[in-house]
C-alpha cells in the first residue's frame, strides 16, 4: 500500500458521508415534515402567500358588487369595499387582523382553500383565486338598515320568512372595512366599541319586549285578553331609581291584556304570568332558549346561546315581566323569534350564503339551504299573536310602523342595562302567499321606542317592496 | 538501521484514471440550458435582463476555459471544471436573482477566478516554487493575517460586523482565503518533507521524544496559534475550525496515525466547551443549534429562517424568483445553500450535493494519481479537503446537523476572494491532474 493512499481514502469516505447525512437532513425538512415549519405562525412565507390570495368577490343578492380584491404589478392585493351601506354586514377581511361577518364566515370559500388550487398553486405558481360569493342581502333593504341606523348605536335585522335569508343586517356605529389595519387599534380601544357585532354577538336583555312571549304562553293557557285589570299603567319598579312602564306615556288606566300589551305596559303581565304558572312559564322559556341558540347558517362567530334561569313565581317576578331578568339575546335572535310568530309557530334557520361562483366558471350555483324548522308555538297561537301585534301598529305603541297598504305587525319594548334605557323593535311584514319578513330593531341609550318603530316600518316597507318584487 | 528509514518511499505506480470526456461536455451544455432557461425565469419575474450579462460572462469563462485548459495542459481533469464551472454559474445566477447590484461585480470575480485558474494551471513551475519557497509564503501569509487584525474592515460598514477584508473604496479582498492557500501549500510541503519521523516507531520512543522536536511541534503550534488568533482577534469561528480541520486532514494523511484524530477530536471538543464560555459568538451558535425554536425572532431568527427555506422548497422548490429567500439574512452569501433549497427544492439540494461528490471523488482520485509525490499527494488532499470540509461546514450549518460557522459555500456563495480562491485551488488541482504517477 502506498503511502497516504490508505488515509486519503478514508477522508474522502468521511466527506461523502457526511455529505449523505446532510442530503437526509434536508430531506427531513424539505419532505418529511415540511408542514411544521410551513404552518408555523411566525413564517414569512405564509404571510407572502395570504398577501397573493385574490379573495373571491362577494355580490348582494340582486348582483350588486360589494367586495373585491384589487391586484398591484407586484401582485398584492387589497380588499376594497365600495359600498358603505354594506359595510355593517361585511364586516372586514385583513392580513393581520383576520376576518369578521360575512367575511370571517365565508372565509374559507373565499379565499379559494380548495386542494385544487393549492396543488395548482404548489405546481404552476398560479396565484390563488378565491371563489366568488353571492350573499342573500338585498341591496335596498340593506341600504334602508344602514341609512335609518346611521347616527344611531344599536343594531337591526331583517330576515325573509318562511326561507330565513337573512335581507339586511346591520350593526352601528359603523366602521369602514377598507382602513381596518390603520384603524384597528382605535376601534378596539373605542367605548363604542364598533367592531362588535351587535346584531349577532351582543345580548341585551328583552325588557318589555319580552311580551310576546309572556303572550304566547298566556294564550296557551288560556288567559282572557280582554278582561279589565285595574292600575294597568302603573310602571314596575326595578330599582329605587329605576321602573320601566308602558312604552308611551299614559295617565293611570285600567287595561285589558290585550290593550296592555299593545303599549307594552308590564304591570297587567304579573298577574297574567303568575296564573299561567310555573311550568308553562318554564316550558316557553325553555322554547326560547333554544329559539336563541339558532344563528346564521354558516356563522360560526355568532353569540352563543343565551342562558336562562327557571321561572320562580315568587322572587322576581318584576324582573321576570320586565324582561330585566336572566334572559338576555341578540336583536337576530329577536328577529328569529318574530320570525316564528308570522311563520305560523315554526322557526325559521336564517342563511346568509345564496350561490357561489367558482374561478373560470360561468353559472352561480347554489349553495345548500337549510330546509329544517323548529316549532317554537302552535299555528293557532301564532296567528293570535300576529293579529295582536297588527293591533298594536294600528292603535298600539308601535304605530309609527305602520305604512299605507302594507300589513305590518308589531311589538316595542323598553330595557335597561345598567341603568341606560334601550328601545326594541320587532315586527313583521306580509306579502303575497306565504311570503313574509320578519325584522327586529334594537336602539341603544334611547327610550324613544316610537323611533325604533319609525325605523322598523321603514325597513319593513323596504323588505315588503323586496318581496312583492320577487313574487309579484 | 536507523528507524527513520523503514518507511519506504513508494513506488510509482500506474493508476488508471477513465477521462469522462464527454460526460463533462453534456454537463455543461445541460448546465447551459439550465442556466439560460432560469436566466430567461429571472428577467420574466424581476423584468431585469442584468442577468443575462452574467449568462454572457459565465459562457465566455467555461468556453475559453475548455478550450485553454486542452491547449496548456493535456490530460486535465475535466470533470473537475465541469463541476467548478456548473456550481460557480449557478451561484452566478442565484445573487443576480436575489441581489442584481452585486451580480455584476460577481461576473467580474468569475472572470478574474478564470484566470487565476488558468494561470495556476500553466505557471512555470509553479509547484515546486511554491514548496522552495513555503516559508516566505508562511511569513507572508501570517503578514497578512497581523494586517487583517490591525486594518481590517468590513464593506458592509457595519461596526459590529466582524472586520474580516482588506481594501479601500469598493474593492476588498478576504486575506484569510487566501492564507487557505497558503497554509495548504506550507503543510503540505513541509509535512511531506517531515512524514518519514511522523510515521517512524522512534515518534513516542522515551529516549528520543521526536513529537517535542520543533520540527514536529512546530507546526502544531503554529496552527494551533492561527486558529487562537482567527478565533480570539477576528472572532472567525467558521475559519478557526475549518484550518484546523484542514491541519489534522494533513496530519493524519502525513502520519497514518488514528490517534491525531482521536486527539483532534478531544481538541475539538475541550475547545468548544472553553470557547463556550468565553465567547458569546460561539455560545449563540451553540444555543441556537440546540434549540432554535426559544427564539425564532430574535437570536435563532437566521437558522429558522433559513429551516423554512427548505420547508417551503419540498421536492421541486418555488421556481427561480418564485420564493422568499431574502427573509434570511446574509442569503447570497452563507446562506446560499437555503436560497436554492427554496427556489429548486430538494432535488436542487442532492443536485448541489451531487455536484460537490463529483468533485470530491475526482480530486481525491488526482490525490491518489500522484504516487511516490508525498507533496503533490497532501496539496491534492489539502486543496480537496478544505473545499469539502467548508461545504460540509456550512451546508451542515444551514441544515441545523451542526452549529453555524459563517463560511461560504465554495463557487456558489456571493464573495470574489471565496471565488478566486477556489479557482486557484482547482487550477493547481488540474494541474495535479495532468500529471500521472
Known sequence: ?472 | MSTLSAVPLAAPAVVQTRQPRHSALYLLVLAGVFLVVNALQVTLVTGNPRVWLGIATWIACTGIGWILTRRLLAGTDRLIFATCMVMSGWGLLMIYRLLPNFGDRQAVWLVVGTVAMLTALRFPDLLGRMRRYRYSILLGGTLLLLATILFGTNPSGFASAPALWLGTGSVFFQPSELLKIVLVVFLASYLAEQYPVLRSAALFERKRRLFLAPRIAGPVVLMWGICVVILVWQRDLGTAILFFALFVCLLYVASGSNWVLVAAAGLILAAGAVAYFLFDVVQLRVDIWVNPWIDPDNRAYQIVQSLMTFSAGGVFGQGIGLGYPSYVPVIHSDFMFAAIAEEFGFLGVITVIALLMVLVSRSFRIAALQQGKPYQTLLAVGFCSLIAVQSLMIMGGVVKIIPLTGVTLPFISYGGSSLVVSFFMVGILLRLSAVKG
Open chain 1, 1 to 472: 500500500m502506498v503511502p497516504f493512499a490508505r488515509e486519503s481514502q478514508r477522508i474522502m469516505l468521511a466527506i461523502l458521508v457526511g455529505f449523505i447525512v446532510i442530503a437526509i437532513g434536508a430531506f427531513q425538512w424539505a419532505v418529511i415534515m415540511p408542514d411544521s415549519l410551513n404552518t408555523r405562525d411566525d413564517n414569512p412565507r405564509a404571510v407572502e402567500r395570504e398577501r397573493r390570495i385574490v379573495r373571491g368577490d362577494i355580490y348582494s343578492a340582486d348582483g350588486l358588487l360589494l367586495a373585491h380584491t384589487d391586484v398591484n404589478d407586484a401582485g398584492i392585493v387589497t380588499r376594497q369595499y365600495s359600498v358603505a351601506e354594506a359595510w355593517p354586514g361585511l364586516g372586514y377581511y385583513s392580513m393581520v387582523r383576520g376576518a369578521a361577518r360575512i367575511e370571517g364566515a365565508f372565509d374559507t370559500i373565499l379565499r379559494g382553500d380548495s386542494a385544487e388550487a393549492a396543488l395548482s398553486n404548489r405546481l404552476l405558481h398560479t396565484p390563488i383565486q378565491g371563489t366568488n360569493i353571492r350573499v342573500t342581502l338585498d341591496s335596498a333593504v340593506q341600504r334602508m338598515v344602514s341609512e335609518r341606523l346611521d347616527g344611531q348605536a344599536g343594531a337591526a335585522v331583517a330576515i325573509s320568512i318562511p326561507d330565513g335569508r337573512m335581507l339586511g343586517i346591520s350593526s352601528a356605529p359603523v366602521f369602514d372595512p377598507n382602513s381596518i389595519d390603520a384603524d384597528y387599534e382605535r376601534l378596539r380601544e373605542d367605548a363604542a366599541m364598533q367592531l362588535l357585532d351587535r346584531a349577532t354577538e351582543r345580548r341585551y336583555p328583552l325588557g318589555t319586549a319580552i311580551q310576546p312571549v309572556l303572550m304566547i304562553a298566556s294564550l296557551l293557557t288560556g288567559q282572557p285578553l280582554d278582561a279589565m285589570i285595574d292600575n294597568a299603567t302603573e310602571p314596575v319598579d326595578l330599582s329605587d331609581a329605576l321602573s320601566i312602564g308602558c312604552a308611551v306615556r299614559l295617565p293611570a288606566l285600567s287595561l285589558t291584556l290585550r290593550e296592555a300589551f299593545a303599549f307594552a305596559c308590564p304591570t297587567p303581565f304579573i298577574g297574567a304570568t303568575n296564573a299561567v304558572g310555573e311550568t308553562a312559564m318554564n316550558t316557553i322559556f325553555e322554547q326560547v332558549d333554544a329559539l336563541t341558540a339558532v344563528r346564521i347558517s354558516g356563522y360560526e362567530s355568532a353569540a352563543p346561546a343565551a342562558q336562562i334561569r327557571g321561572y320562580t313565581p315568587i322572587e322576581g317576578m318584576e324582573a321576570v315581566v320586565t324582561g330585566q331578568a336572566d334572559l338576555t339575546v341578540s336583536p337576530l335572535a329577536m328577529a328569529i323569534l318574530t320570525g316564528a310568530i308570522v311563520n305560523d309557530g315554526n322557526t325559521p334557520v336564517p342563511f346568509m350564503l345564496d350561490a357561489t361562483l367558482a374561478p373560470g366558471a360561468s353559472t352561480w350555483v347554489h349553495a345548500p339551504r337549510p330546509t329544517r324548522t323548529i316549532a317554537f308555538t302552535t299555528a293557532t297561537t301564532a296567528r293570535r299573536l300576529q293579529d295582536l301585534m297588527r293591533y298594536n301598529v294600528v292603535n298600539g305603541a308601535a304605530q309609527n310602523a305602520a305604512r299605507p297598504n302594507i300589513d305590518i305587525g308589531g311589538h316595542v319594548g323598553l330595557a335597561y342595562v345598567d341603568g341606560r334605557p334601550m328601545s326594541w323593535f320587532i315586527g313583521f311584514v306580509t306579502a303575497s302567499g306565504r311570503q313574509a319578513g320578519a325584522v327586529a330593531i334594537l336602539l341603544e341609550d334611547t327610550s324613544d321606542t316610537g323611533l325604533a318603530a319609525d325605523i322598523g316600518g321603514d325597513i319593513l316597507a323596504a323588505v315588503h317592496a323586496s318581496l312583492l318584487a320577487e313574487n309579484p
